[in-house]
């Protein structure tokens, strides 16, 4: 049977240990080793850009070279080849950062025999192209979810740009048509309810446009010490939603939050769009609680953690894992990326968000309105900010 072929570089300056490198490889019988040795790092580096090499036996005390230097400029030029570290033991603590650092093992002059070498060497070759699998693996498969989202998103924009195209398609028709038939006799107040029609939808499609460019580019966030309840008062000046004027929002923000560090007009945008969904969800009227605390966490760190809870119709369990998907909407016309962008602006600032949707109890004398019970639902969103320091 023919035996395999492996090309090892021997990147060593002793003499002594090179030969004795070299005798324990001729020992191995299943393998043919081919032996080449560099003496110093550059004449290692110029054989290892003339590629051809299967794995790497590396002293890290070089006459041009010492230490981790030597493995991080061998490395930085041949990340594809398995590399094993030669060390004595003084240098052992060593050796085992540049594992650390990339390489594949490790073996100490002196305590290695022809069996352990062959071993160490058959082992970071295979390991090395496992590492390398998983790599492609992983590249793969992140294409693949790219390709999806990128469906997911062709899809979303296709819907949401769609619906409101068709309506000022139906809409201009429809003026054209009074214009062919009635000419200077036209109705204008048909003619008004057209255009006022038109233009709420041209208005949704922009709506979807802006959402998405906010959702899509990353830019890097100018931040600045920001006191919280001034962020939650601009939130809530923002909407422009007649219906706002149904509800009932209480505050209740602790004294002394001190800053978060943050980006005011996103923060803003972010804390809108919950409360826009929050009066969304009480057509009627209802009554919004926005609370901000100073918590620590287990780590001893300060945050802010706000919650915003309504008493609307609540979303449904099974949809609860959805929430922040793009495009999700429990609502007709919306774009459906409103929790979506605020994620990722909680995000870019080192925060957390999660959405829970309980029931709670109608209000009466003996008890605050936001207390569990069965007879409504409702829905609270949690925002976890830091503190600056």
Known sequence: MERECI?????????????????????????????????????????????????????????????????????????????????????KSLAIKAVQEGAQDYL????????????????????????????????????????????????????????????IIDNVHMIEKMIEEKGSAINLEDLGRAIKIIG??????????????????????????????????????????????????????????GEIPGNSERLVRAFSNIIQNAVEAMPEGGTLKIEARKKTDEKGKEFIELNFIDNGCGIPEEKLPNVFDPFFSTKDMATGLGLSISREIVRAHRGSIEVKSKTIRKPSPETEWYKMDETHRGTTVTIRLPVSK
């Open 108 to 167: 100490v002059k002196g305590e290695v025999d022809s069996s352990l070498l062959e071993r160490s060497l058959h082992y970071a070759i295979g390991r090395k192209k496992a590492e390398q699998e998983m790599k492609e693996l992983q590249a793969g498969l992140a294409r693949a979810s790219k390709m999806a989202a990128v469906g997911t998103l062709a899809g979303g924009i296709a819907h949401r740009i769609n619906a409101p195209l068709s309506v």
């Open 200 to 257: 709420s939808a041209s208005m949704s499609a922009k709506k979807t446009v802006s959402d998405l460019l906010l959702f899509s580019l990353e830019h890097e966030l100018k931040m600045k010490p920001l006191k919280i309840e001034k962020v939650i008062d601009d939130s809530i000046s923002s909407i422009k939603d007649p219906a706002l004027q149904k509800i009932n929002i209480i505050k209740d923000i602790s004294p002394a939050l």
């Open 7 to 91: 090309k090892v570089l021997l990147v060593e300056d002793n003499p002594g240990d090179a030969r004795l490198v070299q005798e324990m490889l001729k020992e191995v019988q299943d393998t043919v080793f081919e032996l080449e040795q560099a003496d110093c790092l550059l004449l290692a580096l110029k054989r290892i850009a003339r590629k051809g090499i299967d794995v790497i036996l590396l002293d890290l005390s070089l006459p041009d070279s010492q230490g981790l230097d030597t493995f991080n400029s061998v490395f930085a030029q041949a990340s594809e080849v398995p590399i094993v570290i030669l060390t004595g033991i003084a240098d």
